[in-house]
């Protein structure tokens, strides 16, 4: 007489057998992010890197003709590329202390407990809810020379700006750029710096307060050494994301007046499509490329020495 495996061998046989359980599983579900990232992210790359080194026009971008180094050694020989380097750096160290300065900031006062919290930690989120395109066409407004509140508010307390002009002064330009920047994205960095404030562990910030240590001391020693990660990550993030600012800097002055609000992305999109050099537009966002990745490879060399640190 035959006998019949149960029907959960057969089960067990089957479970074992299935595609979801093999060595393959992570790759199936990895695979269309990785095409994806392939065609969208990594195949015009290499094509901006070939295009970096040839002449190539907007009007006949089909024909190109190979220059070399050409156009690097063209951007670098320009003073006015050497400005928009410093102009992109102070742009970007600011909206980073900034914005995550103040979202620290933020997210302290908001982790207490008072009435209307809730209110509060909805309400800080509408600058950064709003689109980029709406919050430089109302700082537009705001700054206007002739109806602006801003230009009102500083005439009022003596502190006007001669003229109105603030959008149209060389030397007053940038910071109302910053500003702006920095009211946009602070709100991001306080929710997460908050949500990273949850994870605080309350018995060792009340034991250190019990033995004597300050709020400056107690923060230092405990709550900082917990949001220190997440401090890191953001400051990474707004880095990049200042880098590749463009909306709002191009809304506002277009990069003026006289290329004082010029970043590399404005000069990039002005060589591309107002100049018609593609090729040198090219190299242009090449050498923000590889900035990124200074900064990313920097960020990660500090992390490691971090964790040997503590190790």
Request: aromatic share 10%.
């Amino acid at each position: 007489m035959a006998v019949h495996a149960p029907p959960t061998a057969d089960r067990t046989v089957s479970r074992r057998k299935s595609p979801l359980g093999s060595r393959w599983t992570p790759y199936v579900f990895l695979g269309p992010a990785a095409v994806f990232i392939l065609l969208f992210q990594a195949v015009p790359l290499l094509q901006q890197i070939y295009m970096s080194f040839t002449r190539t026009t907007l009007l006949n971008p089909t024909r190109s003709e190979w220059v070399g180094l050409a156009n690097y050694e063209q951007i670098f020989g320009d003073p006015e590329f050497h400005r928009t380097l410093v102009t992109t750096l102070v742009y970007t160290v600011v909206c980073v202390v900034g914005s995550v300065g103040v979202g620290l900031g933020l997210a302290l006062l908001l982790n207490r407990s008072f009435r209307g919290r809730g209110f509060a930690r909805a309400l800080i989120t509408v600058p950064w809810a709003a689109p980029g395109i709406a919050v430089a066409l109302i700082a537009t407004w705001m700054l206007n020379a002739q109806y602006g509140i801003v230009n009102r508010f500083l005439n009022a307390i003596g502190l006007g700006v001669p003229g109105g002009a603030i959008l149209d002064s060389p030397q007053y330009a940038l910071p109302a750029i910053l500003v702006t920047t920095v009211w946009q994205l602070f709100p991001f960095t306080a929710v997460v710096l908050l949500s990273a404030l949850q994870a605080v562990p309350q018995d060792l910030a009340e034991a250190a307060t019990m033995d004597g240590a300050g709020r400056w001391w107690s923060f230092r020693a405990v709550t900082w050494q917990v949001i220190k990660p997440t401090v890191g990550l953001l400051a990474l993030l707004m880095t990049i994301w200042s880098i590749r600012r463009f909306e709002l800097i191009w809304l506002m002055t277009r990069g003026g007046p006289v290329g004082t609000t010029e970043t590399i992305v404005i000069d990039l999109y002005s060589q591309a499509f107002e100049s018609q050099q593609l090729g040198t537009a090219a190299a242009i966002g090449m050498v923000g490329v590889l900035i990124s990745l200074v900064v990313i490879g920097a960020s990660s060399a500090v992390a490691r020495f971090q964790e040997r640190g503590q190790g």
